[in-house]
Each structure stands twice: as C-alpha cells, then as structure tokens.
C-alpha cells in the first residue's frame, strides 16, 4: 500500500508512485518521425501512451488511486463515473488487485467501451447521460457498496500516477527538453505533466494545449479562476471537461501558456500522425500536436515532448 | 558496391546484404499484443516494417539492389514500373545514391503515392494501366537511358534485401520461432523470409498466407509449376501478384505450405491489429494474422512470427 497525498505532490511522492505502479503499466515508448519533425522545424519526441494498457495514460493515475487503499477500504471496492478510458483504467486497476469495481456509464456509452469494462469484470450501472445523474447514480452505488470512489483528475493520487509519464519521457528523451506539450481536459495529464518538469527537469517549459471551442483552461490562466465550457463542440471528445479545484492549483502557478487550436487543425494534426507514424491516437492526442505545427516559430530548433495520450478510437467514426 | 548475385543467395550474402543496406533501412520493432496472443492461444511476434522507411519493407529489397550497381551503371540511374511501396523504395534508394530515379507509373495511381515518389526528386512517367502497357514504357525509357530496372520481386537482389527483415525478426524473438507466416504475393519476401530461416533459424517452419481470391502460390505448390491469378478481387491489394522464376524456385524448396484465407478474415483482422495494436497497417499485413486465427490449432502454444509488411494506406478507403 502506497502512502496516501494530502497536498501537491511532492518530488518523493511522484518517485514512489511511479516505482509502486509499474506492475500495472507499460513503459511506453517514444518515438520521432523525420517528416513531422521537418513540418514543425524542431525535434519532436511524441511519448505513445496509445501503447499503454487499456489504451490510454489513464491507467496510471487509476493504478496509482487504487494502490492507496488500505485492506479494509479495498475489499469494498472501487467505483467511478466514466464513460471512456478512466472507466477502463478503474476496472482494470480493480481486477489487478482482485476487488469489485462499479462503474456508472451513460446509457448511450459506446458499447466498445461499455464492452472493454466489462471484460476486466467490472459491474456497469446505467444512467442518463447529464453530469447530475452520473453524480447522482454514483452516490447512491457508494453509499450502498462502501466503495472507494476514484475521481478521473481531480484527485492528488491520480496526479501523481499521470506524472509517471513525463518522468518517463524525461528519462527517455536523448537531450533535456525546452518544452513538453499535454493537451488539456480536466487537468490531470497537464498537472502531473507540469509537477514532473519542475521537479526533474526544471528547464523545460510546459505549455498546455486545448481545441478553441473548449478553451475553459485558456480562460482559467487569464482570469484566475475556474471556468466552465459553455460549448462542447470539439472532435477531441476527452478534452471537454473544465479543471477542478487541484488541477487549477498546479495548472495556475507551473504551467504559464495554453496553447488553442482549430477543429481542422486537430483532424489535419490526426490524419497527419497516423499516416506518417502509422500509429492509431484519438483525436485529443493531436492536439499538442497540432499547437507544435499552428506556433511553429515558437518552436524552431527546439526539443519538444508530446503527449499522446490514448488509441481508443471508433474506426467506424473516423473524422476524415 | 555490393557484389552481384548470381544465384539463389547463400548466406554469407545474405549477411553481407544485411550489412550493407544498414544506413537505407530501419530496424524496425518487433511488437506483442496479450489480447491477440489470446485469441489465438499463440506467442505472436509482429515484425513492424509499416514502420520501415518507405512504409514498407519494400525498402530492403530496393536498397539491396541499388547497391550491387558499379558506378557507371549507377550514374545512368534506377527505374522501375510501379504503382505502390516498391516505386517508393527505388525512388528513395536513388536520392540517397545521388544517382537519377525513372518511375513508370498507371495514371491511375493514388496521388498520394504519386506525391511521395516525386518528394524523393524521382521522375514520373505514365502510363495506361494494363500490364502490357506498364512493361513497353519502362523497355522504352530503359533503352532510352539506359537506367537499371529493379524487379519488384523476381530479382536475387531484391531477395537477398527481404531476407533481412526475417533475419532481424529472428534476433529480436526471445526464443526461437516455431513459425514465421509472411504474405505472399510475388514472393520476393516470401522467398528472403524461408532463406533467412533456413539458414539462420533452420527449426523454424516458414509458411506462407495467401488470400482465397489470388491463390497462385497455393496451386502453384500443389502443380508444381507457376500459376496465374485470375481473378483479383482482393482487399489485399499489395498480394495480386504472380510468383515469378526465382521467388517459385525457392519457395516451392522452402516453403510447404500456403495458408488461405477469405476477405472477410483479413478486415476482421486488419480491424483488430489496428483497435488492439494502436498502429495502421495496410490490408495485405493483415492476411498472417488472419491465418493465425483461422488455423488456430495449428499454432496452439506455439511461437510465431507474423510480418506486417507495411502501412500506407489510404485513410479515405478504409474497409471497415
């Protein structure tokens, strides 16, 4: 059992997160690509977490939530509201650790995903799909089974767990890195990302990224506040959430640029990775991506780390 | 230069290819996947030449060929007629020799693939779309400037380039492969793959996968002589080809079986490769995999190499 964080995170903290989570992670590669790198005129290292397990990053910040349960908390399981990639990263942290996991899914959830959750033997509990019932559905399956609720980021443990994956890169980029681009939803990723660089590699700047239409976090750095997305309206369906209270804490005082981006260039972004890499990524991986190639003057010459964050995408659904 | 091949390869020119062609190649990854390795109750071991320069293994056998050319015949250039991944390599081979690159291609072609052939500062000509067609222009443009025309596949060169993604795929394996299956289509890597394992690997079965509507190879081992395909109604597009002299001679020494399989088995496993692998492969990879499934009790707790030969594809078309 993994010591449990009041605070943000310190540097120990993320050393023993990320030593404690391995047996539920992948290291996941990194990889470069001379005709991207060309496009932007700067050296691009795109750190693939499509690669990790359940096929997302989200299965550190899972791996690292559930590994601070004490016996006693875990026998009552875990739970969560999701209908994407923490759902899985729940699921699959729950069946490592052989304890229940119940997951509140809208009722319209992919059933590709609803499919991938019940294959890691997790039980599925049916909502409608508004914020207030997926809450409503989730308080009332934890008020009933005692189970530990895990929230997707804002959370410190779960923090701690996604910085495992800019320390990776850090270690695995042949020469420190000016900058380091996570794209941006509820903050998470970008916490973890920013406490990461500041802790082991103070000399790189991290700058989110966000498509324009839910630039909550943009917003958020200019008037020091929370804000809320009044639109949805982007192809880049996992960055649609605005931060909570944690992430807002780390965003607002480690990361000083958000970086927005056009829908089109989000696709044109996608399409470029997978046809030059010939790598799957949903559509909020491109996005860092898409910021490197949109201010590519800012970037000239330098070493640039991007996150991609995840590779489960509907084939049949694709935005080209 | 390399020295000429004058015969089926042995292996001390397979090594000195391998060698040789070093700085025009990648040595691409070897990837595993548990959720496929469970469907077919096998260790499957995926070559990745869809991340090979080019996009495709097609690069080792043009790379190998360019550079048996001494250099007066080097000064007068490459050509070949093509369509696909072997214009490519041809093209790209010649930037990186300096030398001049003739391409024949169907008017017809995709201008992706148009557009990356001229990227590498190759001259197009084209032609109508037949064959017969195909074959006068390049005799034409050969006789007119007196350029080296690389074989796509019956060429002991060009074998001799293949063989090198089987030898490093015997490396990168932890443990000896039971099997290695690549797809056939003219046979040229088909050929390098049961060379490499014959002489590097010699408990290692190759077999070959073929697709139902283009069985050449699969009646030409049961006649006993080179047969024609009369339909070509495939998916597997890079697979319509014909064995020619010297792919037929050492297959039907080498390899003693051809699996085959139908349409519907390649999408399913082109679909799975690409959701459970995260990477983009083209339909003709996907035929092994899809032999693993289908003759599954052939490979029940056994080693197997599978080559997935490369990864352009046009995204517009996908056929799923």
Redesign the interface.
């Known amino acids: 059992m993994l010591p449990k964080i009041a605070s943000v995170p310190t540097r120990q903290e993320l050393l023993d997160t990320q030593i404690a989570i391995q047996p539920l992670i992948h290291r996941t590669?990194v990889l470069r690509c001379t005709a991207l790198e060309e496009m932007v005129g700067a050296e691009l290292y795109f750190k693939c977490e499509?690669?990790q397990k359940v096929?997302a990053f989200k299965m550190r910040g899972g791996a690292s939530a559930a590994l601070r349960l004490n016996t006693n908390e875990m026998a009552k399981g875990l739970a969560t509201h999701s209908s994407g990639n923490h759902a899985q990263a729940v699921a699959r942290a729950a069946q490592y650790l052989e304890v229940p996991a119940y997951i509140v899914m809208p009722e319209d959830a992919p059933k590709v995903k609803v499919k991938a959750v019940k294959g890691y033997g997790a039980e599925i509990f049916y909502c409608v799909n508004t914020p207030e019932d997926r809450l409503a559905a989730l308080e009332k399956l934890v008020a009933k089974t005692g189970a530990h609720f895990i929230h997707p980021f804002d959370d410190w443990h779960v923090i701690a767990g996604q910085a495992s994956c800019a320390m990776e890169l850090i270690e695995q980029a042949e020469a420190p890195l000016d900058y380091v681009i996570p794209p941006v939803g509820g903050g998470g990723l970008t916490s973890g990302t920013a406490l990461a660089c500041h802790y082991f590699s103070p000399a790189t700047k991290v700058w989110g990224a966000e498509p324009e239409n839910v630039d909550d976090a943009y917003r958020a750095l200019k008037s020091g506040k929370i804000e809320i997305n009044l639109d949805n309206r982007t192809v880049a369906d996992g960055l649609r959430t605005n931060l909570g209270d944690r992430t807002f804490q780390i965003i607002s005082q480690h990361v000083p640029r958000i970086l927005l981006v056009s829908e089109s260039e989000i696709i044109t972004a996608m399409?470029l990775i997978?046809?030059r890499m010939?790598?799957?990524?949903e559509p909020s991986c491109a996005v860092p991506f898409a910021a490197a190639l949109r201010y590519r003057e800012e970037f000239a010459g330098k070493k640039v780390g991007l996150i991609l964050t995840g590779?489960n995408v509907d084939?049949?659904k694709?935005p080209?």
């Open positions: 590669p499509n690669f096929g399409r997978w046809e010939k790598i799957v990524i590779g084939l049949g694709l080209f």
